[in-house]
Nanobody
Framework: QVQLVESGGGLVQPGGSLRLSCAASGSIFSINYMGWYRQAPGKQRELVAV???????NNADSVKGRFTISRDNAKNTVYLQMNSLKPEDTAVYYC???????????????WGQGTQVTVSS
C-alpha cells in the first residue's frame, strides 16, 4: 500500500503565504508525477499544479506566478508554495501521486486525505 500524508494547510489572510507538503510512503516503487488538486465547495476538483519525474511543470492559469510546485525525489515528497493568496484559492487541497508499487507492473493514482486552505480576512 501507498500512503500520502499532507500537511501545511490553514487559515491565512489575503496576500499571505502557505506551504503544503505531501510525503509518499509505503510500498512505492517509482513515481512518474506528483501534483496538487483542489476542490472548493460546490465545485469540481481541479488541477492546481503537477511536476513530472523530469521536473517538467504544468500550472493552472489561475495560479501562475503565485504558486510554485517542487519535489524532493529522495524523500518522495512534493511541495506547493502558495504566495499572494486570494479568497478564491479557498479549497480543500489534495495531493496526487501517479506511480507504481513494488511487485506491480502498472501505474496507479494515489490521493492524500486533503488539507483545508482558507483565505479570509
Amino acid at each position: 500500500q501507498v500512503q500520502l500524508v499532507e500537511s501545511g494547510g490553514g487559515l491565512v489572510q489575503p496576500g499571505g503565504s502557505l506551504r503544503l507538503s505531501c510525503a509518499a510512503s509505503g510500498s512505492i516503487f517509482s513515481i512518474n508525477y506528483m501534483g496538487w488538486y483542489r476542490q472548493a465547495p460546490g465545485k469540481q476538483r481541479e488541477l492546481v499544479a503537477v511536476i513530472t519525474d523530469a521536473a517538467n511543470i504544468n500550472n493552472a492559469d489561475s495560479v501562475k506566478g503565485r504558486f510554485t510546485i517542487s519535489r524532493d525525489n529522495a524523500k518522495n515528497t512534493v511541495y506547493l508554495q502558495m504566495n499572494s493568496l486570494k479568497p478564491e484559492d479557498t479549497a480543500v487541497y489534495y495531493c496526487n501521486v501517479h506511480g507504481r508499487e513494488r511487485g506491480i507492473t502498472w501505474n496507479s493514482d494515489y490521493w492524500g486525505q486533503g488539507t483545508q486552505v482558507t483565505v479570509s480576512s
